[in-house]
Each structure stands twice: as structure tokens, then as C-alpha cells.
């Protein structure tokens, strides 16, 4: 799920009146089920079929059955609400497949791994902290510019290379937040552009997140979704 991912909708009762997903609340569609991620409360939900059928519809930008008792209910219980664009409904229907999972072999240096073990030891923190959505608009805050060079992706292996070091000390399993906060902060000093992606699996449900750069992923495998 990507903040930047969007789709769109448009209805007319009378007036131009649009629908969006509330602040803080993110969708995707996996194996032909909305899942919804909501950031105030940090946890994941699926809603019963007949909202769901309803909210998809919205989402493919089929204008709203304003007599459909699901429709007031997704208002009512504050999924979607009202908008003065007509064109702004954001939900990413489906999450496009990334690249594979990069590994390659490379050399590290003491002080990359030092700063590795320093975030890992410092997202654990923060995610205890803070809740998601404050965690991910700090995040945001600190973003740097990306810094194109031709060390760039020596300087992409150095980072790998030190946080799979820092993994013997530092167990990564059910850690995957930590993890990706740590390694997307230290990617973002060296000036390397990436994103948190947050993937789920409806049956059974499986939720993680990874770290990827243009595409690519870059903190583990994509098939642990």
C-alpha cells in the first residue's frame, strides 16, 4: 500500500460531490478482497461482503447508489467520506508486483555496520513509541533529496551488506517495521531514494512490509508476502 497510489470516483445527487478514503486510512486490493490499512489505530480490516462490494464499486469509479443501505453505511462508519473534488477517491486497487529481491555479493565496511546497528536499535524505539501514523508522517518529515551518482549502488550493497550483519545479532524475524524503518532512514541519509511498501495476503492473512528502491526490492524477499 502507497500513499501515492490512487484511484478516483465521482457522484451527483443534486450537486457535484465527491468521496474519498478518510485521512490515514490506505486500501488495496489482494486476491479480490479490499484489505485496509489504518494508520491511527495500526491495524489491518476487511469489511463484510456487501460493503465490500459497494466500496470496490467506488473504487472502479462506478458513481454511488445513493439508496443502497451500503453505501450510507461505509459513510457512516467513516471509510469514505465526502470531498469537494469529484476526482479525488484514493485507493490503490491492486499493488503492482516489484522487481525481485536483490543479492548480490559485496563488502561493508565497521562503520556502515555501527550505523546499521545504531537503527535498528533506534526504529525498535520508535515503532514502539509512536503510533503508525505519526511513525510514518516522521518519516516523510526527514525525507532528503535523492543523490544520483555512479557510487550510488556500491553504496546500495554497502548498506545491504551491513544490515544482513547486523541480522546475526539483531534477529530480523517478525521484526519486518523495525527493519524496513531502519534500513529506509539509512538509505535516505546516503541520499538513496526508497519507499516502505506494506503488503498483505487475505487467506491466510499475512501482512509485511519491505523497503524498495524504483521498484526493486531491497530489504528482502517479496515472496514472504
Same mark, same amino acid.
Given at each position: 500500500?502507497?500513499?501515492? =497510489? ?16 478518510? =485521512? ?21 480490516? !476487511? @469489511?463484510?461482503?456487501?460493503?465490500? =462490494? ?15 443501505? *451500503? ?12 470531498? =469537494?473534488d469529484i476526482l479525488d477517491f484514493a485507493i490503490p486497487v491492486k499493488i503492482p508486483q516489484p522487481g525481485p ?8 565496511? @565497521?562503520?556502515?555496520?555501527?550505523? *546499521?546497528?545504531? !537503527?535498528?536499535?533506534?526504529?525498535? !524505539? ?35 551488506? !551491513? ?63
Open positions: 500500500m502507497r500513499p501515492e =497510489d490512487s484511484g478516483r470516483t465521482s457522484c451527483s445527487e443534486g450537486s457535484d460531490v465527491g468521496y474519498r478514503l478518510r =485521512d490515514g486510512l490506505h486500501c488495496c486490493e489482494s486476491a479480490g478482497r479490499a484489505i485496509f490499512l489504518d494508520l491511527r489505530s495500526g491495524r489491518y480490516f !476487511a @469489511l463484510p461482503v456487501p460493503l465490500e =462490494d459497494q466500496f470496490i464499486k467506488l473504487a472502479r469509479e462506478h458513481p454511488p447508489d445513493h439508496q443502497d443501505p *451500503a453505501f450510507h453505511a461505509l459513510v457512516e462508519m467513516g471509510v469514505i467520506v465526502a470531498c =469537494d529481491a536483490v543479492h548480490e555479493p559485496g563488502a561493508t565496511s @565497521l562503520r556502515c555496520v555501527i550505523e *546499521a546497528f545504531a !537503527a535498528r536499535i533506534w526504529a525498535r !524505539a520508535m515503532v514502539r513509541a509512536k503510533p503508525l501514523d505519526q511513525l510514518v508522517a516522521f518519516l516523510a518529515s526527514r525525507a532528503r533529496a535523492e543523490r544520483a551518482s555512479e557510487s550510488q549502488s556500491l553504496k546500495m550493497i554497502e548498506i545491504r551488506r !551491513a544490515f544482513q550483519v547486523v541480522d546475526r545479532v539483531i534477529s530480523p524475524r517478525d521484526q519486518c517495521l523495525p527493519r524496513s524503518v531502519a534500513m529506509h532512514s539509512v538509505f535516505r541519509r546516503a541520499g538513496v531514494g526508497t519507499s516502505i511498501v506494506f503488503g498483505v495476503r487475505p487467506e491466510p492473512f499475512i501482512a509485511h512490509c519491505w523497503v524498495e528502491h524504483n521498484g526493486q526490492v531491497i530489504s528482502g524477499d517479496f515472496v514472504h508476502v
